[in-house]
């Protein structure tokens, strides 16, 4: 019996399709700046002040392209007489040697605001590319990507919208949007019923999830109501077992240890969602400079 969606259902699969850029890019952007300008950039200073200058950025790998809402609002916090001329849309596939973008304007602004903006391109492009590569790994499975909490501090509505770039899901953005009841959990409430018991009484708006570790587990996450189970480092084997035991039941996240070389193996179980926090806490950044156009 399938539960009806819940916001922090929707926030998971109807966001996928979507690249809404979330409310934190002004503010994201703003810390970023003071951190690295704070009250002036003495290198820019030595140009004189009224130099014009055309840049472009160029990404140096194949990689999805993540992050232009963070790029161009620094360059509007800057200075917003720079024109900013893209080639590419993010979630948009690069090539190496691909053109990006073109910059003209004020030559103190931009060099002032180069290292930020592409900080933020080459991190989210990063996670997107990541993302990218479980999405592409479980195609034809009908298992859904999904990323964890295991963000980078300060940027996880950022990362969010990098994995969405690359056809990844989202998970709860916090512990505000959903309720997932772990060990630790069931411990403090006595056992697993309990737990949702509370739960589905305090909050019955949100999506309830219970992490489980066994089959036993599971089958009493199941009786007492949970929407869905977080099914822990489980075997392959185990995750057969469960998929047979309460597929359409009860939605299936497969989640621990899962890797790029070992979740297709994990998808073709039958699960429903794989979360992994792979595609943000390891991410490496995207290769893209900014040269100066003659």
């Known amino acids: 019996m399938e539960s009806a969606p819940h916001n922090s259902q929707i926030s998971e699969m109807g966001l996928a399709a979507s690249?809404?850029?979330?409310?934190?890019?002004?503010?994201d952007v703003a810390r970023a700046l003071v951190e690295d300008i704070a009250d002036g950039d003495r290198t820019a200073s030595l140009i004189p002040a009224d130099t014009q200058l055309?840049?472009?950025?160029i990404c140096r790998e194949t990689a999805i392209l993540a992050g232009r809402p963070w790029f161009d609002e620094t360059f509007r916090q800057l200075n917003p007489a720079i024109s900013i001329n893209w080639q590419a849309a993010d979630s948009d596939v690069l090539g190496p040697g691909t053109e990006v973008c073109c910059l003209h304007g004020h030559a103190r602004s931009i060099l002032s605001g180069e290292r930020t903006a592409l900080n933020f391109l080459q991190t989210l492009s990063g996670t997107a590319s990541r993302a990218?590569?479980?999405?592409?790994?479980?195609?034809?499975?009908?298992?859904?990507?999904?990323?964890?909490?295991?963000?980078?501090?300060g940027?996880?509505?950022?990362q969010?919208?990098?994995?969405?770039?690359?056809?990844?899901?989202?998970?709860?953005?916090?512990?505000?949007d959903a309720i997932l009841i772990k060990e630790n959990?069931?411990?403090?409430?006595?056992?697993?019923?309990?737990?949702?018991?509370?739960?589905?009484?305090?909050?019955?708006?949100?999506?309830?999830?219970?992490?489980?570790?066994?089959?036993?587990q599971l089958a009493e996450a199941v009786s007492a109501g949970?929407?869905?189970?977080?099914?822990?480092?489980?075997?392959?084997?185990?995750?057969?077992?469960?998929?047979r035991l309460y597929k359409g039941k009860i939605q299936l996240e497969a989640s621990g240890g899962i890797a790029l070389e070992t979740v297709r193996s994990v998808a073709e179980t039958g699960v429903d969602f794989i979360?992994?926090?792979?595609?943000?806490?390891?991410v490496r950044a995207t290769d893209y400079s900014m040269r100066f156009i003659a």
């Open 155 to 158: 940027l996880r509505l950022a």
């Open 132 to 153: 990218k590569q479980f999405v592409d790994a479980v195609e034809g499975t009908g298992a859904i990507i999904l990323d964890t909490r295991k963000t980078l501090p």
């Open 226 to 243: 949970a929407q869905r189970v977080l099914l822990d480092n489980f075997e392959l084997n185990d995750l057969r077992g469960a998929v």
């Open 275 to 282: 979360s992994t926090g792979d595609i943000t806490k390891s």
């Open 19 to 27: 690249l809404e850029a979330p409310d934190s890019v002004s503010s």
């Open 185 to 216: 959990h069931i411990a403090a409430t006595g056992s697993i019923g309990a737990a949702v018991y509370q739960a589905g009484r305090d909050h019955p708006e949100l999506l309830l999830e219970v992490e489980v570790e066994n089959l036993d």
């Open 54 to 57: 055309k840049t472009r950025v």
């Open 160 to 176: 969010k919208y990098a994995v969405r770039c690359g056809g990844g899901s989202n998970h709860r953005i916090g512990l505000f």
